[in-house]
């Protein structure tokens, strides 16, 4: 079993910065690629930033590049995602997932998720 828990998330005014976390257990180590998504309220999970096994490798997506950035302490078994310049618009629920074989944007591959952190941004 893998468990994923988010935490991190809260209320902020745009342009602040806010750091997550997602720290992993159980079978979850440094061999898995983690990502995190993101998912507003009537929209679909959407992919923010996902991590090589040893973060030397990291995408993120266009809406959140150069604000955003991930990373991950393997001795730690935890995934961060700092988060800078916020917008209204990166309203939505934070969710980290991992995978023992994938490094994808597609939310459907990913075999473990935690159940997310509310991020709210206020204009």
């Known amino acids: 079993q893998v468990q994923l828990v988010e935490s991190g998330g809260g209320l902020v005014q745009a342009g602040d910065s806010l750091r997550l976390s997602c720290a992993a257990s159980g079978r979850a180590d440094s061999t898995f690629y983690m990502a995190w998504f993101r998912q507003a309220p009537g929209k679909e999970r959407e992919f923010v930033s996902v991590l090589t096994r040893s973060s030397i490798g990291t995408d993120y997506a266009d809406s959140v590049k150069g604000r955003f950035t991930a990373s991950r302490d393997n001795a730690k078994n935890t995934m961060y995602l700092q988060m800078n310049s916020l917008k209204p618009e990166d309203t939505a629920v934070y969710f980290c997932?991992?995978?023992?074989?994938?490094?994808?944007?597609?939310?459907?591959?990913?075999?473990?998720w935690g159940r997310g952190t509310q991020v709210t941004v206020s204009s």
């Open positions: 997932a991992a995978d023992p074989t994938t490094y994808s944007r597609n939310p459907n591959v990913y075999d473990y």
